[in-house]
């Protein structure tokens, strides 16, 4: 009978040692990176939504003239090296694919990539005429592969002519404000002439922003306020 009580003792000791070893390791070395994941769900993300400049049709609803979002995208190798590292994963075959993925939809030949991520740096810019089509496309060939890394921002407002040069004088032509350093926003272009600067208000639109926030899973889920 003692000889079990000091069996069962031993055993409780070396779970409790066991289980304190394991509360330390999850809360102090974070193996998982629980407190990134945490720290995304409890805080909602608020993104800045630029506005897209308006179209200009034609009487019967045929475009003349339309405007296309850019984005500039740069790349996380820090994130990059942690994710390896977390995952037991070798970086250089990583950076294969994300070097591959990522020239189909930038101008960036993966040979140029593949060197920009052996270098010191910890982000490393990559391109900043990325359309929106593309940066959508981007994101989704990387989530299915969970590789992590890359970042995107707002680069510029682009305008395109599909009746090319259709009423060009007319129709007028856009430019950077001339009064950034007063307010204006640095992120929108300004009609100069023509309808473009006569309707500049109403095709100028306004900024907005989104929240969104994220469920155990890291997807996006709508907000209940």
């Known amino acids: 009978m003692e000889k079990r009580f000091h069996i069962l003792l031993l055993t409780t000791i ?9 509360i330390a390791v999850v809360h102090l070395a974070d193996p998982h990176n629980l407190q990134a994941q ?18 200009i049709f034609t009487s019967d609803k045929q475009l003349l003239v339309g405007s296309n979002i850019n984005y500039q ?14 995952n037991n994963k070798n ?13 189909a939809y930038s101008d960036i030949s993966p040979k140029r990539l593949k060197l ?17 089509k593309n940066l959508q496309l981007l994101n989704d060939e990387l989530s299915k592969r969970s590789l992590p890394g890359l970042r995107s ?18 129709l ?13 926003s640095i992120y929108t272009v300004k009609g100069k002439c023509g309808i473009e600067k006569s309707f500049d208000e109403e095709l100028s639109g306004t900024f907005g922003w989104k929240q ?8 996006r889920i709508p907000l209940l306020r």
């Open 153 to 170: 921002s707002f680069s510029r407002i682009r305008r395109t002519y599909p009746k090319d040069k259709l009423a060009a004088r007319l």
């Open 172 to 184: 007028g032509m856009v430019g950077s404000p001339d009064n950034a350093s007063k307010g204006e």
């Open 14 to 22: 070396f779970m409790l040692i066991l289980w304190i070893w394991q």
């Open 116 to 132: 920009l991520l052996t270098s010191n740096y910890s982000t490393i810019f990559i391109d900043d005429d990325v359309s929106e």
């Open 91 to 103: 970086y250089e075959t990583i950076s294969d694919t994300i070097s591959t993925i990522i020239s």
């Open 212 to 219: 969104t926030i994220f469920d155990a899973k890291n997807k």
């Open 73 to 86: 995208i740069d790349l996380d190798i820090t994130a990059i090296k942690k994710y390896c590292k977390r």
């Open 38 to 55: 945490i720290a995304i769900r409890q805080n909602p993300k608020k993104v800045i939504i630029y506005p897209k400049r308006g179209n």
